[in-house]
């Protein structure tokens, strides 16, 4: 029996009907599988986007939730920053 484990997740595009074709892994241990679209929420369903898949042997089983809202704020602060950073120059 397979154990869970985190990967990164890539949304390559639309899949089989009723699902995704997400790219899970990287490197020579990437995979590519079609995963249902309802296990994934509407903001990730647009190719490119990215987030921490937990993973139990081929099958994408949930999202994990805690990489994903860290991964959000994370890339907000630095998209928010130099757009402050600018705004300061025109008072």
């Given at each position: 029996m397979a154990s869970e484990r985190r990967l990164e997740a890539v949304v390559l595009g639309p899949g089989r009907p009723g699902q995704l074709r997400v790219a899970l892994g990287r490197d020579q241990r990437q995979f590519v599988a079609d995963v249902?679209?309802?296990?994934?929420?509407?903001?990730?369903?647009?190719?490119?986007?990215?987030f921490v898949a937990?993973?139990?042997?081929?099958?994408?089983?949930?999202?994990?939730?805690?990489?994903?809202?860290?991964?959000l704020v994370t890339t907000a602060q630095v998209s928010w920053v130099p757009a402050m950073w600018y705004l300061a120059q025109f008072p």
């Amino acid at each position: 029996m397979a154990s869970e484990r985190r990967l990164e997740a890539v949304v390559l595009g639309p899949g089989r009907p009723g699902q995704l074709r997400v790219a899970l892994g990287r490197d020579q241990r990437q995979f590519v599988a079609d995963v249902p679209i309802e296990l994934l929420q509407p903001s990730l369903r647009m190719p490119n986007s990215e987030f921490v898949a937990v993973v139990k042997g081929r099958d994408l089983v949930r999202i994990d939730g805690a990489a994903f809202v860290e991964r959000l704020v994370t890339t907000a602060q630095v998209s928010w920053v130099p757009a402050m950073w600018y705004l300061a120059q025109f008072p």
